[in-house]
């Protein structure tokens, strides 16, 4: 939810002068330390001060057979997941709570992660579903405004690895020309390296159902909308009503924000919710969330898909894209080591206009297996690939990537008001 200006606000004391250095002597830092706090907070001028997190040492071990030593600042053990690396600069704590990310290792190529700590309001989802955070740097001081609890702190509570000082550069070269790797991140010193290899090569992500473990396990409204101070496009409301399920594959929750703030009322539903239940509740729309995982390994999703095709005007993100891309009879398939970040280029071939946008996933449609009728509406510029698709016929849009942007850039809000458009034109002419 948080834009770059608002998560960059440090407070730094005018006492404090400098980077934080490296004392070789004592084997510390020599800064000011910021631990964030709900109090006033406190600033030592000067000595050495340890680093404000305990750490271990702890081993990254990629299924291709490379071992990247680390520090630990999150929970103990041993897990294993998919890693993918992400090019946003800000977000971390949006990118830990969303459920796209279960079963997945996230690495930041921002070579400085947790300097603003962690707030209520920016949390995705309520809990964190990544499988463990890789970073190279965790920033020493911990200063912002909505600040209550530092990185290490809130990943160790709530059982999440974190590890740090890797070479997270070469990994992401690494990933880049191989492609995703699976890997181990372990504390546990009694595992040897070949133990944690043989675990990394007996895993895969692929043919997985994600969703399941993710999505809400009944049917809830939802009501809150965007907060106003961080509201924008407000121009393009219509001021009606508009009746919205919400199938919940592992849905941000500023999604639902953003439909709420364009005057939809919403139901949420579970993954299995049937498609005849929803029909009965007469929606105007309805929305096919973003989720985890691989969407050829949810054939009773693409199914629940097909069922409302036609019926009632339809809108996928991301994982509702790929889903509704399987159901109108396409294919879907697994990029080399997809997008993950919130500076992806795309096209809106309708507009011409690029819209700068947030991305994060691994599988796409291939556009040739579509049937005819169903426009590619926006391509990635940076591969090609098919980034949003529309199906007049039956009232179908959606997107690949995140129009709510939470984090990133807002250019592609104006989606959520073409969805309002779709349920407007088709209650009109019903
Ligand atoms: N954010 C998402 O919905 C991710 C979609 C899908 N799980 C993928 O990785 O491609």
Redesign the pocket.
């Known amino acids: 939810m948080a834009m770059a200006t608002r998560t960059l606000g440090f407070v730094l004391p005018t006492s404090l002068s400098s980077q934080p250095s490296f004392d070789r002597r004592g084997g510390g830092f020599r800064v000011s330390v910021i631990r964030c706090s709900t109090s006033p907070l406190t600033f030592p001028t000067s000595g050495v001060v340890e680093k404000p997190w305990t750490s271990y040492n702890a081993r990254l071990v990629l299924e291709d057979g490379s071992i990247w030593p680390a520090k630990s600042f999150g929970a103990p053990g041993t897990r294993i997941a998919e890693l993918v690396f992400n090019t946003s600069l800000t977000g971390y704590q949006e990118i830990l709570t969303?459920p796209?990310y279960a079963g997945q290792f996230v690495l930041m190529t921002n070579p400085q992660i947790g300097n603003t700590g962690v707030n209520p309001d920016d949390e995705e989802s309520g809990q964190c579903f990544l499988t463990g955070l890789v970073i190279r740097n965790l920033s020493i001081s911990t200063s912002n405004w909505r600040c209550t609890k530092t990185l290490a702190d809130y990943l160790t509570e709530r059982d999440i690895m974190g590890v740090y000082d890797l070479d997270t550069r070469a990994i992401t070269r690494r990933l880049r020309e191989d492609g995703s790797l699976i890997g181990v991140l372990s504390t546990e010193q009694s595992k040897t390296d070949d133990e944690l290899l043989q675990m990394s090569r007996s895993w895969d992500i692929v043919g997985i159902d994600?969703i399941s473990d993710v999505s809400c396990k009944s049917p809830y409204e939802w009501v809150d909308k965007t907060n106003a101070e961080w509201d924008f496009n407000t121009n393009s409301r219509d001021g009606k009503s508009y009746k919205v399920i919400a199938y919940d594959?592992?849905i941000k929750q500023n999604i639902l924000r953003r439909l709420s703030s364009y005057g939809c009322q919403i139901t949420v539903v579970p993954s299995t919710f049937p498609a005849a239940e929803a029909l009965k509740m007469n929606p105007d729309g309805i929305l096919f969330?973003?989720?985890?995982?691989?969407?050829s390994a949810v054939p009773y999703a693409v199914e629940t898909v097909k069922e409302l095709l036609g019926k009632v005007p339809v809108y996928g993100?991301?994982?509702?894209h790929?889903l509704l891309g399987q159901a109108l009879g396409g294919k879907t398939f697994k990029?080399k080591f997809?997008h993950h970040g919130g500076n992806h280029p795309v096209r809106n071939n309708r507009t011409g206009q690029v819209e700068i946008s947030a991305q994060?996933?691994?599988?796409?449609v291939d556009p040739a297996s579509l049937p005819g009728g169903v426009e590619v509406t926006h391509v990635n510029l940076n591969d090609g690939s098919c980034a949003g698709l529309s199906f007049p016929e039956m009232n179908v849009m959606s997107l690949q990537y995140?129009p709510e942007a939470s984090p990133g850039p807002h250019d592609s809000d104006n989606a959520f008001r073409e969805f309002i458009e779709l349920m407007k034109r088709s209650k009109q002419s019903s």
Do not use: E, R, T
């Open positions: 969303d796209s994600l594959f592992g969330s973003n989720g985890p995982g691989d969407p993100i991301c994982m509702g790929q990029m997809g994060n996933h691994n599988y796409a995140h």
